[in-house]
């Protein structure tokens, strides 16, 4: 056969190279991004970091309206009445044809996107560092509603020439606002719209341009709690239910099909990866590789080989402990024969003829004990091989004392 290896070096070292190469992006790729699934810091209802939402999923509780977190069949959920909040969803599940039909609810609550955190190693759940979003994301998400329109950021006090609801809102600079047409202003200035109502047929949308007026740390600023409050009942019908939807956020509480997970980003690069794998394993196999390899031994020849195959078989099947008993009986029957004792005398009477006989012999080893060990051994859970072992041992010392006399050698003691 040829000595040649099936792969060349250049190909081992090629191969090895792009291993190494898709492994780095694949971690570049998945720590250097945002997270897009479920994430207890971000700016969903399961958050209590600053720009959480589970400050107004409490407010609402408090005051004994109907609320859910949902991460499932949110459209079901609402009920008559009942508005549909999607707050801040994720930039890569805004892509996802599923938050266009949550759009399609008849009362909704949606609320752009404006910061994001870097979660802190040190206190779970807490952000060790906020930044402010371009306007770019937030601009990304209104035009699911409204294209046309622009997101602009205002520094300093901004003066609300209309407010629909009497309430002035308490948010950080720079200010986030749509500007534009396609909306009627709820809460406006003359350099946009902190909040605008779209309403087509028996649908009605808010939009809330800024989400500080709903995040926990907007929550602290007086008037912001009252505003977010009067934004939801505008919406909400008589006894309707608020629903958080939080599949925006990656949240599922139903398993998608697991093969679909393996051509989605980031798992698809594992995938990838399996593939290779595969690939060199058949390439492999294909013919032989490696040296050849040894034939196994032949049987062993003769009684040792013999014996040794016996002892193998019984330990395969777990019957050591009735082999031991059945040595046990017929080495106390032939040391009987041996030394003529009466026929008549069978179980505990035999036992006790041969022990009274060992006395008088001077043997070291009780009998009785070892025949009691033996039939306990019939009724016993299974035994650990050494006292198996210390039994049979013990065993064949007492036939040659009874037989050949105690040995001198201290190696028998």
């Known amino acids: 056969m040829s000595e040649a290896p ?38 969903s209802t399961f958050s209590r970091s600053a720009i959480g939402h589970a400050g107004i999923f409490d407010v609402l509780q408090r005051l004994d309206i109907p609320v859910i977190k949902s991460s499932s069949n949110s459209l079901d959920r609402l009920g008559r009445g009942g ?17 266009t039909q949550l759009l399609k609810a008849e009362r909704v609550l949606f609320v752009l996107p404006k910061w994001f955190g870097i979660r802190s190693e040190r206190h779970p759940g807490w952000l060790r560092l906020v930044r402010q979003r371009g306007t770019f994301e937030a601009k990304s998400a209104l035009s699911l509603l409204v294209p046309s329109m622009d997101v602009v950021h205002e520094e300093g006090t901004v003066q609300w020439t209309t407010n629909e609801l009497g309430l002035a809102p308490n948010v950080r600079s720079p200010t ?46 007086e008037g912001n709690a009252a505003l977010a409050v009067a934004l939801i009942k505008r919406l909400r019908g008589p006894n309707g239910t608020v629903v958080f939807d939080e ?16 051509f989605r980003f980031p798992f698809v690069i594992a995938t990838v990866q399996g593939l290779i794998a595969v ?25 040792a080989g013999l014996l040794q195959n016996m002892a193998k078989l019984i330990a395969f099947t777990g019957h050591q402990q009735v082999m031991v008993r059945r ?31 060992g006395g008088a012999r001077g043997v070291t080893v009780d009998c ?7 039939r306990e051994l019939g009724v016993a859970g299974r035994r650990d091989q050494a006292s198996l072992v210390r039994l049979a041992r013990d065993t064949h010392r007492w036939q040659g004392e009874m037989l050949d006399g105690r040995s001198r050698h201290p190696r028998d003691h």
């Open 83 to 99: 508005v549909l909040v999607l707050a801040e969803p994720n930039a890569a599940l805004r892509k996802d044809d599923a938050i």
């Open 368 to 374: 009785s004990a070892l025949m009691q060990q033996a």
């Open 247 to 262: 599949t925006i956020h990656g949240y599922t509480g139903s398993a998608e099909n697991p093969f679909s997970l393996l």
């Open 176 to 221: 986030q606002l749509i500007s534009g047409t396609g909306l009627r202003p709820i809460i406006g200035s003359d350099r946009g719209m902190l909040a605008g109502q779209l309403t087509e047929r028996n649908r009605t949308v808010l939009v809330l341009a800024d989400p500080d007026v709903i995040s926990n740390h907007g929550l602290a600023r």
């Open 279 to 303: 690939a060199l394993l058949l390439w492999a196999t294909l013919a032989r590789f490696g040296a050849p390899q040894s034939v196994p031994p032949p049987l062993t020849a003769g009684r």
């Open 327 to 357: 040595y046990v009986e017929e080495t106390f029957r032939h040391v009987a024969r041996q030394l003529h004792a009466p026929r008549t005398l069978t179980g505990d009477a035999l036992v006790a003829w041969l022990k009274r006989v």
């Open 6 to 43: 099936t792969f060349s070096r250049k190909l081992l070292l090629g191969w090895i190279a792009g291993a190494v190469v898709i492994f780095a992006a694949s971690m570049y790729l998945m720590g250097g991004k945002e997270q897009e699934g479920p994430d207890n810091t971000g700016a």
